[in-house]
C-alpha cells in the first residue's frame, strides 16, 4: 500500500494541531512520524501504552497539548487508563494508533486478527470519539479531534497499515559486528545447547529468529502478548518444576511488564531460566530506542530476587555464559549485549504452524520429558 500522507505531512499536522509532545510505544507503521517527532526532541518512548497515555495525562494536566503514538495490540494496555483516568477526570487526549488485523485480519500475523475486529467496537462501547484517518481526511479527522478536545474526551485517530510514509535513514545501526555480539550469534548459541528444556520465545525478531534457528515442539513461539513471555514462564516453570523453562525475551518487551521480573524472583523457581538480549532498541518495529541502555541489569536482577545474574557482551564469553545459565540455580537472569542486526530478518513460526498447532504440540511436548539440568526441589513461594 502506498503511504496517503508522508510522515513529514502528518507530524505537521499534529504540531498545527497544538501538539508538543508525544509518548508511546512503536509500531513499524508510525516510525515515520516516531523519527521525527524524536528527531525534535519531542518523543518520550514509554514501556507500555499504558504508561504512554499516563505520561501523556501528565503532560496535558500541565497544559501541554499532548498526542500518544501506538499500534492496536497495545490497546489492551491502555485501556485501563483511558477508562479510569482520561474519562472520569476528563482529560483530552490525541491518540494516535495503528489498526493491525485489520480491515481484513487474513492479511496481517494471526496474533492481531481479535484486536482488529474488535478496537472499533470497544471505542464505541467505551463511548471514545475516534475515526479512521482515510485518504485525504487528515484534517478533517484533527477537526473532529479539536472538537472532542473543547469537550474534555480523548479522541482515537485510527491509521490503516501503510497510510504514513516513513522517513528514510532513522535509526542506523552500527555498520560492522566485529568482537560484538548479535542477536543470531546469541540465538544460535542457546538453541544448540537446549535438549528438553521448555522455551518460551517473546514476539518480533527474536522468536523468528529461534524458529530459524531450530524449530522444535517444545518451544512456545509467542506471537504477540509483548511482554509477558517471563509470566507464561513463570507459570510453565512452577507447574513443571522437574523441567527447565527458559525463557527468551527481549530488552523492550521485560521493560514492558518489569513487575513480573519480582514475581520471577520472589518464585524461587530453581528450574528457570531468562535470558534478555538487550539490542537497546525496539528492532522489530524499526529500531526505535528503549530506555535500557540507562539500566544497570546486574542490580537489576539482583534487585528483583533472581538467584543467579549473569551479563555477558563478548563473543569469546558467550558460550560458558549461556552454559551457567542453562544449569545454575535459577531464577537465572542472563543478559546478553547486542548490536541491532536488522537486516536480517526471518520468517515467523506462524507462517508455516498455525498459533493452535503451536499451542498444541507445545502441550503434548510440556507433558513429557524431564529432569534435565535442573534440580527438583521449588522454594516456597
Ligand atoms: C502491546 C504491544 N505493543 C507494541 C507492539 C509492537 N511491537 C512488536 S515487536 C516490538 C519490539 C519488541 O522490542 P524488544 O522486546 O526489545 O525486541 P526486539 O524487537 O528488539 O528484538 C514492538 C514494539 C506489540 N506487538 N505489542
Redesign the pocket.
Known amino acids: 500500500m502506498s503511504p496517503q500522507v508522508t510522515a513529514e505531512e502528518f507530524v505537521a499536522a499534529l504540531r498545527a494541531y497544538g501538539v508538543r509532545s508525544v509518548a508511546g510505544?512503536?509500531?513499524?507503521h508510525l516510525a515515520g512520524p516516531w523519527a521525527l517527532f524524536d528527531d525534535a526532541g519531542d518523543l518520550t518512548p514509554a514501556v507500555?501504552?499504558g504508561a504512554a497515555l499516563a505520561i501523556a495525562a501528565g503532560w496535558e494536566l500541565a497544559g501541554r497539548t499532548s498526542a500518544v503514538l501506538?499500534?492496536n495490540?497495545?490497546f489492551?494496555?491502555l485501556i485501563n487508563p483511558l477508562a479510569s483516568l482520561l474519562l472520569p477526570y476528563r482529560v483530552p487526549l490525541l491518540v494516535v494508533m495503528t489498526m493491525r488485523g485489520w480491515p481484513d485480519p487474513g492479511e496481517d500475523e494471526p496474533q492481531h486478527a481479535t484486536m482488529g475486529n474488535s478496537t472499533i467496537g470497544m471505542l464505541e462501547s467505551l463511548d471514545v470519539p475516534h475515526t479512521m484517518l482515510w485518504e485525504g481526511k487528515l484534517e478533517e479527522a484533527l477537526a473532529q479531534a479539536a472538537e472532542a478536545r473543547a469537550q474534555g474526551r480523548p479522541f482515537f485517530l485510527l491509521v490503516p497499515r501503510g497510510a504514513i510514509g516513513k522517513v528514510t535513514g532513522a535509526y542506523s545501526v552500527a555498520e560492522s559486528t566485529d568482537g560484538r555480539l548479535t542477536?543470531p550469534d546469541v540465538v544460535s548459541c542457546l538453541m544448540a545447547k537446549l535438549t528438553d528444556e521448555l522455551l518460551v520465545t517473546?514476539?518480533?525478531?527474536?522468536s523468528r529468529q529461534a524458529h530459524h534457528e531450530r524449530d522444535r515442539p517444545d518451544t512456545f513461539y509467542m506471537q504477540?502478548s509483548?511482554?509477558h513471555a517471563s509470566a507464561v514462564g513463570v507459570g510453565l516453570a512452577t507447574a513443571r518444576p522437574d523441567r527447565r523453562t527458559v525463557m527468551l525475551?527481549?530488552?523492550?518487551?521485560?521493560l514492558?511488564h518489569l513487575g513480573t521480573g519480582s514475581t520471577l524472583g520472589a518464585s524461587g523457581a530453581r528450574n528457570l531460566t531468562h535470558v534478555v538480549?538487550d539490542?537497546g532498541?525496539?528492532?522489530?518495529?524499526g529500531c526505535q530506542p528503549?530506555t535500557?541502555r540507562r539500566l544497570d541489569w546486574a542490580a537489576l536482577g539482583t534487585g528483583l530476587g533472581y538467584r543467579t545474574v549473569l551479563t555477558c557482551d563478548s563473543p569469546r564469553e558467550l558460550d560458558g555464559s549461556m552454559h551457567t545459565a542453562l544449569t545454575a540455580e535459577g531464577p537465572v537472569l542472563l543478559v546478553l549485549t547486542v548490536v541491532?542486526t536488522p537486516d536480517e530478518v526471518h520468517p515467523r513460526a506462524t507462517a508455516s504452524t498455525g498459533p493452535v498447532e503451536i499451542a498444541d504440540r507445545f502441550r503434548v511436548a510440556a507433558a513429557a520429558g524431564g529432569a534435565v539440568g535442573t534440580k527438583t526441589t521449588q522454594d516456597t513461594p
Request: hydrophobic share 20%; net charge negative; with cysteine.
Open positions: 510505544v512503536p509500531c513499524g507500555s501504552e501506538c499500534q495490540s497495545g489492551g494496555n542477536r517473546t514476539t518480533g525478531y527474536l504477540g509483548m511482554g525475551d527481549g530488552d523492550g518487551a521485560f514492558m538480549v539490542n532498541c525496539y528492532e522489530s518495529t528503549t535500557s541491532p
